[in-house]
Nanobody, 118 residues
Framework: QVQVVESGGGSVQAGGSLRLSCVTS????????MAWYHQEPGKERELVAR??????????DSVKGRFTISTISRDNGQNTVYLQMNSLKPEDTAVYYC?????????WGKGTLVTVSP
């Protein structure tokens, strides 16, 4: 049973930084694509960024101009993906979810809450 577990969320003041981590376990296979999504209160879940097992990254255009400076990276040896978020803004407040594609199946974490105060 594949498990996806996020960590690193919390409360921070505007302008601060957070680094989210996500670890997958329970499979001998390395996740192909891993990604971060976020969901603001009352809104749909939205893709932030994704990264392939080869390290190719993709940041969604619709959020580039609105989001803070974010960088997605991964450690294949640890089946871990990170999201470094800098210059956080109150509008970045959301639950951040980790996604993993393991052999064509979708797996989601339970989310980690990020709260940014003015």
């Amino acid at each position: 049973q594949v498990q996806v577990v996020e960590s690193g969320g919390g409360s921070v003041q505007a302008g601060g930084s957070l680094r989210l981590s996500c670890v997958t376990s329970g499979s001998i296979f390395r996740p192909r694509t891993m990604a971060w999504y976020h969901q603001e209160p009352g809104k749909e879940r939205e893709l932030v960024a994704r990264i392939t097992s080869g390290g190719t990254t993709n940041y969604v255009d619709s959020v580039k101009g609105r989001f803070t400076i974010s960088t997605i990276s991964r450690d294949n040896g640890q089946n871990t993906v990170y999201l470094q978020m800098n210059s956080l803004k109150p509008e970045d407040t959301a639950v951040y979810y980790c996604y993993a594609d393991v052999r064509g199946k979708d797996y989601w974490g339970k989310g980690t809450l990020v709260t940014v105060s003015p």
